[in-house]
């Protein structure tokens, strides 16, 4: 009876977990815009505002964001003389903004770091450095509790959201033009969203000469599956792992010279036996990939192979192979589910291979 008893409480935690990774998810998917756009407005890193968001409007979930569209839980202040409303916070009936959309509110949650004070240091914090705007929202007061910081930097992991500071920062670059990020990395629940990294990367930008890839338009490319891709242009992450998108014809050789990388380096964080020229539009990783993969499984797609999945999802190929207990040389099928993720293997049916036993 016990027994059945943990394993109802367990199960409710994981339905729980998940329903709660849903929203944040879906939230993402629906104020992500709003967030590059107000960071290419002003400066405030995108993640930071996602995150602060999520937290602090429960997903769009609370009380304050459903009646008074305010997402960021800014109180009134001295200077707000718009609408109000009252709910208990640190203090009891405190006052709170209210915003006639969620656009405004975080329109108001950049001019209410922009413009007081007490916040100008952020500022001068590079914008892809989110560890030192989550510490410096603190340090600056904006909330109470200690592990603030620490619950923003969770929540960018989590979600992945430095790609969207990076996606802005190329944008502003080019002018505002929009370079949406439409791949099949992961399955989150918007499915096939790009999962670009939160590590904070910088383009490089020292050597005189780099490395052509060959694209006339760099913001529009096409890879795996013979379906439409967007990547960022230069430096980007994918599940933590610094990465580029090369066109077929790229020296990887060149690549390597360029980022002061070994060959046999480079070779080996892409699981390439051998490959001096790009035989094709693809994924090079310019450090190693990661152990695990952001999300517990991927579904293979038609024509994915098991090199362009490890790729895709910033996963080490030998990892992957161990974690669905296949061989080198393996097959895949259209619809499989592979693990990216040590799991309870007993529980797990090995797929069939098609390599040598």
Same mark, same amino acid.
Request: hydrophobic fraction near 35%; glycine fraction near 4%.
């Given at each position: 009876?016990?027994?059945?008893?943990?394993?109802?409480?367990?199960?409710?935690?994981?339905? /729980?977990? #998940?329903?709660?990774?849903?929203?944040?998810?879906?939230?993402?998917?629906?104020?992500?815009?709003?967030?590059?756009?107000?960071?290419?407005?002003?400066?405030?890193?995108?993640?930071?505002?996602?995150a #602060?968001?999520?937290?602090?409007? #429960?997903?769009?979930? /609370?009380?304050?964001?459903?009646?008074?569209?305010?997402?960021?839980?800014?109180?009134?202040?001295?200077?707000?003389t718009?609408?109000?409303?009252?709910?208990?916070?640190?203090?009891?009936?405190?006052?709170?903004?209210?915003? &006639?959309?969620?656009?405004d509110?975080?329109?108001?949650?950049?001019?209410?770091?922009?413009?007081?004070?007490?916040?100008?240091?952020?500022?001068?914090?590079d914008?892809?450095?989110?560890?030192?705007w989550?510490?410096?929202?603190?340090?600056?007061?904006?909330?109470?509790?200690?592990?603030?910081?620490?619950?923003?930097?969770?929540?960018?992991?989590?979600?992945?959201?430095?790609?969207?500071?990076?996606l802005?920062?190329?944008?502003?670059?080019?002018?505002?033009?929009?370079?949406?990020?439409?791949?099949?990395?992961?399955?989150?629940?918007?499915?096939?969203?790009?999962?670009?990294?939160?590590? &904070?990367v910088?383009?490089?930008?020292?050597?005189?000469?780099?490395?052509?890839?060959?694209?006339?338009?760099?913001?529009?490319?096409?890879?795996?599956?013979?379906?439409?891709?967007?990547?960022?242009?230069?430096?980007f992450?994918?599940?933590?792992?610094?990465?580029?998108?090369?066109?077929?014809?790229?020296?990887?050789?060149?690549?390597?010279?360029?980022?002061?990388?070994?060959? /046999?380096?480079?070779?080996?964080?892409?699981?390439?036996?051998?490959?001096?020229?790009?035989?094709?539009?693809?994924?090079?990783f310019?450090?190693?990939?990661?152990k695990?993969?952001?999300?517990?499984?991927?579904?293979? #797609?038609?024509?994915?192979?098991?090199?362009?999945?490890?790729?895709?999802?910033?996963?080490?190929?030998e990892?992957?192979?161990?974690?669905?207990?296949?061989?080198?040389?393996?097959?895949?099928?259209?619809?499989?589910?592979?693990?990216?993720?040590?799991?309870?293997?007993?529980?797990?049916?090995?797929?069939?291979?098609?390599?040598?036993?």
């Amino acid at each position: 009876m016990m027994k059945k008893i943990i394993f109802s409480v367990c199960l409710l935690v994981v339905v /729980s977990v #998940q329903a709660q990774k849903e929203k944040a998810q879906a939230y993402i998917e629906t104020y992500k815009e709003l967030a590059m756009t107000e960071m290419i407005r002003t400066g405030i890193p995108a993640s930071i505002t996602l995150a #602060q968001g999520i937290l602090e409007s #429960q997903s769009g979930e /609370s009380d304050l964001a459903k009646t008074s569209n305010n997402h960021f839980g800014i109180k009134c202040k001295t200077e707000w003389t718009g609408a109000r409303t009252y709910h208990d916070d640190d203090e009891k009936a405190e006052c709170f903004r209210v915003y &006639p959309t969620v656009e405004d509110s975080y329109k108001d949650h950049s001019e209410f770091l922009r413009n007081r004070p007490n916040y100008a240091f952020l500022f001068q914090i590079d914008p892809t450095d989110y560890d030192g705007w989550a510490k410096g929202l603190k340090k600056a007061g904006y909330a109470t509790s200690s592990t603030y910081p620490q619950k923003l930097m969770k929540v960018i992991h989590d979600y992945d959201l430095q790609q969207y500071s990076l996606l802005a920062m190329d944008r502003k670059k080019n002018g505002g033009a929009s370079n949406r990020v439409t791949t099949t990395l992961s399955q989150p629940a918007i499915e096939k969203s790009n999962q670009i990294s939160e590590t &904070p990367v910088k383009e490089i930008t020292t050597v005189k000469e780099p490395v052509s890839t060959k694209t006339d338009n760099p913001e529009t490319v096409s890879i795996l599956n013979n379906k439409p891709v967007s990547y960022p242009q230069g430096v980007f992450t994918i599940n933590h792992s610094k990465v580029l998108f090369v066109q077929e014809g790229t020296s990887l050789l060149a690549l390597a010279n360029q980022f002061d990388i070994a060959f /046999s380096k480079l070779l080996e964080y892409n699981d390439l036996s051998e490959m001096d020229i790009a035989d094709s539009d693809r994924l090079i990783f310019i450090e190693k990939k990661m152990k695990k993969g952001i999300n517990d499984f991927h579904l293979v #797609q038609a024509g994915e192979t098991l090199h362009a999945i490890s790729q895709a999802e910033g996963l080490r190929l030998e990892n992957l192979l161990e974690y669905n207990r296949l061989s080198k040389g393996a097959t895949v099928a259209t619809g499989d589910k592979l693990y990216l993720k040590p799991m309870v293997f007993s529980t797990i049916q090995p797929l069939k291979s098609s390599s040598p036993k």
